[in-house]
């Protein structure tokens, strides 16, 4: 019988009771009758012998015509059925009409009781006709399983030539198999892979190295052919790769923080090799999810990255369904795993936390990229995150949360920031403010820029600048008379005046030039 994967299954006593042979002999199962599916039926055995039990290892079937037991007392029987069950025999069946017109009660009361199922075979059949037939299905499988462990090793061990290392091999198995993996050391430490595996849950296999259990490789999910190769073709090559380590292994977050290194660099073999190592670190996209980079930063240039990178890292395994940090360059890289409905509410939890637990040491940005469908693309949305810090502190953002779709047309404009026309456009809207600030100081170009991030709320404006409101409403005056009396309610003005603060911003922030922060704009 075929699995789901196209391998063979162990062959069972339900495939046993199907052969032709058998059939022909009208098999009727009594006594235990559950589990005929899961029953494997290891080999097959004939034997007369009453006390047969201890030449026994489990797993066979038993094909008798009861001649051992003739004459003797129905204890006797019992006994015979209690020994059989106790060996692990898969089932006993008994040919009927030689030995025994009708079933020995005793032994039939007592298999029931002990759950051995019998097979009582209504017609003789040659046994050497059974045998043949079941034990050539038997090798088939064996065959058939061995040929599998082989193509999987063949396939782990080019994965290894892409993406060395235990994690890697862990999230090969994982692909292979189609069902997540873990690695656990033998004292329950996650080496590799998405969770530590329930006791029984899955296949698995010992890891053995130096002669000692290691630790254990897992697939966590539904146990079938495919997985069982897997699972033994990658044991030993595990170990391999734990021996060839000068350290056992590094940690998932070791691991995960190369990845996202190598990512960035650009050094790894190919793209199915950064989704072994994904995997390997536990990092799975689920279904309608997508994967988003992103750039944690700090505030403050006191704030000292050791203090608060393990934060990050821990904060962002509790809000995140699968995340991935690194420290790059003085700040940190995430990369995380999001529903695509909610990326932005996420995140903003995220950011939220961070500086509820690090604003004494000044705080953080948050800057993200765009959704991705996949870990390959990840480099790009992290390259864009990076931008977008860099363009989000330049524009003194004054959101903890900032999108690189939130600042689109701050990128838009940075392209054309030194564009001749653009330059006339933001001194003919500005120019009256700039004059008057470069005489006085007054600072109104900036008072009128903080009235536009604060959402025309005077009030509120006020607390930002740290003047009073009647100050901020003379300057407001001030303002309107030096633009020709100019209407900030009407959005048209509104809006060309807030273009031109945009423009100035990002020349008084050094443009693409890169120009000192600070500086004049020209």
Same mark, same amino acid.
């Given at each position: 019988?075929?699995?789901?994967?196209?391998?063979?299954?162990?062959?069972?006593?339900?495939?046993?009771?199907?052969?032709?042979?058998?059939?022909?002999?009208?098999?009727?199962?009594?006594?235990?009758?559950?589990?005929?599916?899961?029953?494997?039926?290891?080999?097959?055995?004939?034997?007369?012998?009453?006390?047969?039990? *201890?030449?026994?290892?489990?797993?066979?079937?038993?094909?008798?015509?009861?001649?051992? #037991?003739?004459?003797?007392?129905?204890?006797?029987?019992?006994?015979?059925?209690?020994? #059989?069950?106790?060996?692990?025999?898969?089932?006993?069946?008994?040919?009927?009409?030689?030995?025994?017109?009708?079933? *020995?009660?005793?032994?039939?009361?007592?298999?029931?009781?002990?759950?051995? *199922?019998?097979?009582?075979?209504?017609?003789?059949?040659?046994?050497?006709?059974?045998?043949?037939?079941?034990?050539?299905?038997?090798?088939?499988?064996?065959?058939?399983a061995l040929r599998e462990v082989a193509e999987q090793r063949n396939r782990l061990l080019q994965a290894m030539a892409e993406s060395p290392g235990v994690v890697g091999l862990v999230g090969a198995c994982a692909q292979l198999s189609g069902q997540p993996a873990s690695l656990v050391t033998a004292d329950g430490e996650l080496v590799a892979g998405?969770?530590?595996?329930?006791?029984?849950?899955?296949?698995?296999?010992?890891?053995?190295?130096? $002669?000692?259990?290691?630790?254990?490789?897992? #697939?966590?999910?539904?146990?079938?052919?495919?997985?069982? %190769?897997?699972?033994?073709?990658?044991?030993?090559?595990?170990?391999?790769?734990?021996? &060839?380590?000068?350290? =056992?292994?590094?940690? &998932?977050?070791?691991?995960?923080?190369?990845?996202?290194?190598? #990512?960035?660099?650009?050094?790894?073999?190919?793209? =199915?090799?950064?989704?072994?190592?994904?995997?390997?670190?536990?990092?799975?996209?689920?279904?309608?999810?997508?994967?988003?980079?992103?750039?944690?930063?700090?505030?403050?240039?006191?704030?000292?990255?050791?203090?608060?990178?393990?934060?990050?890292?821990?904060?962002?395994?509790?809000?995140?369904?699968?995340?991935?940090?690194?420290? &790059?360059?003085?700040?940190?890289?995430?990369?995380?795993?999001?529903?695509?409905?909610?990326?932005?509410?996420?995140?903003?939890?995220?950011? %939220?936390?961070?500086?509820?637990?690090?604003?004494?040491?000044?705080?953080?940005?948050?800057?993200? $990229?765009p959704l991705v469908d996949d870990v390959p693309a990840l480099a790009g949305s992290l390259q864009s995150a990076v931008d977008t810090s860099d363009l989000a502190v330049r524009m003194a953002t004054a959101s903890d949360l900032v999108l690189s779709e939130d600042v689109a047309l701050y990128q838009l404009l940075l392209t054309m920031v030194d564009?001749?026309?653009?330059?006339?456009?933001?001194?003919?809207?500005?120019?009256?403010?700039?004059?008057?600030?470069?005489?006085?100081?007054?600072?109104?170009?900036?008072?009128?820029?903080?009235?536009?991030?604060? =959402?025309?709320?005077?009030?509120?404006?006020?607390?930002?600048?740290?003047?009073?409101?009647?100050?901020?409403?003379?300057?407001?005056?001030?303002?309107?008379?030096?633009?020709? $009396?100019?209407?900030?309610?009407?959005?048209?003005?509104?809006?060309?005046?807030?273009?031109?603060?945009?423009?100035?911003?990002?020349?008084?922030?050094?443009?693409?030039?890169?120009?000192?922060?600070?500086?004049? *704009?020209?």
């Amino acid at each position: 019988m075929d699995d789901l994967y196209g391998a063979r299954v162990p062959f069972t006593l339900r495939d046993l009771l199907a052969l032709p042979a058998v059939q022909g002999a009208r098999p009727e199962l009594v006594g235990h009758r559950d589990g005929v599916d899961e029953r494997v039926v290891r080999w097959v055995h004939t034997s007369e012998i009453q006390d047969i039990a *201890p030449l026994l290892k489990g797993g066979e079937a038993l094909l008798t015509t009861g001649l051992g #037991l003739v004459a003797l007392p129905p204890e006797a029987h019992r006994a015979y059925a209690a020994a #059989l069950a106790r060996v692990g025999l898969t089932a006993l069946l008994l040919e009927l009409g030689r030995s025994f017109p009708t079933a *020995p009660p005793a032994l039939l009361d007592e298999a029931a009781r002990v759950g051995l *199922p019998v097979v009582l075979l209504h017609g003789v059949v040659p046994f050497i006709e059974v045998t043949e037939a079941a034990h050539a299905a038997i090798l088939e499988q064996e065959v058939t399983a061995l040929r599998e462990v082989a193509e999987q090793r063949n396939r782990l061990l080019q994965a290894m030539a892409e993406s060395p290392g235990v994690v890697g091999l862990v999230g090969a198995c994982a692909q292979l198999s189609g069902q997540p993996a873990s690695l656990v050391t033998a004292d329950g430490e996650l080496v590799a892979g998405s969770a530590v595996p329930e006791d029984g849950a899955g296949d698995g296999v010992d890891v053995l190295v130096g $002669g000692q259990v290691w630790g254990r490789l897992a #697939l966590l999910g539904p146990a079938g052919a495919r997985t069982r %190769a897997t699972a033994e073709a990658a044991g030993p090559l595990v170990a391999l790769e734990v021996q &060839r380590s000068p350290s =056992g292994t590094s940690s &998932r977050r070791l691991s995960a923080a190369q990845l996202l290194t190598d #990512l960035m660099t650009g050094r790894y073999a190919s793209t =199915g090799d950064l989704a072994s190592r994904a995997l390997g670190v536990g990092f799975v996209v689920r279904p309608g999810h997508a994967v988003i980079g992103c750039v944690v930063r700090p505030r403050s240039h006191r704030s000292a990255l050791p203090g608060w990178l393990q934060t990050v890292q821990e904060r962002s395994a509790r809000h995140l369904p699968a995340a991935m940090v690194a420290e &790059r360059e003085g700040h940190v890289l995430l990369a995380a795993a999001v529903p695509r409905a909610g990326a932005r509410r996420q995140l903003a939890a995220l950011t %939220a936390d961070l500086n509820a637990r690090l604003g004494a040491m000044g705080g953080v940005l948050v800057c993200a $990229g765009p959704l991705v469908d996949d870990v390959p693309a990840l480099a790009g949305s992290l390259q864009s995150a990076v931008d977008t810090s860099d363009l989000a502190v330049r524009m003194a953002t004054a959101s903890d949360l900032v999108l690189s779709e939130d600042v689109a047309l701050y990128q838009l404009l940075l392209t054309m920031v030194d564009d001749a026309a653009l330059e006339r456009f933001t001194l003919a809207q500005l120019g009256p403010l700039l004059q008057h600030d470069a005489r006085t100081g007054a600072g109104l170009v900036m008072t009128l820029d903080t009235l536009f991030v604060a =959402g025309m709320s005077k009030s509120r404006a006020a607390d930002m600048l740290g003047v009073r409101r009647q100050t901020l409403y003379g300057r407001v005056e001030r303002i309107s008379q030096l633009l020709g $009396g100019i209407d900030l309610e009407q959005r048209e003005a509104r809006t060309a005046l807030d273009l031109a603060l945009l423009c100035w911003r990002l020349r008084l922030n050094g443009g693409r030039a890169g120009a000192d922060a600070g500086a004049p *704009p020209r």
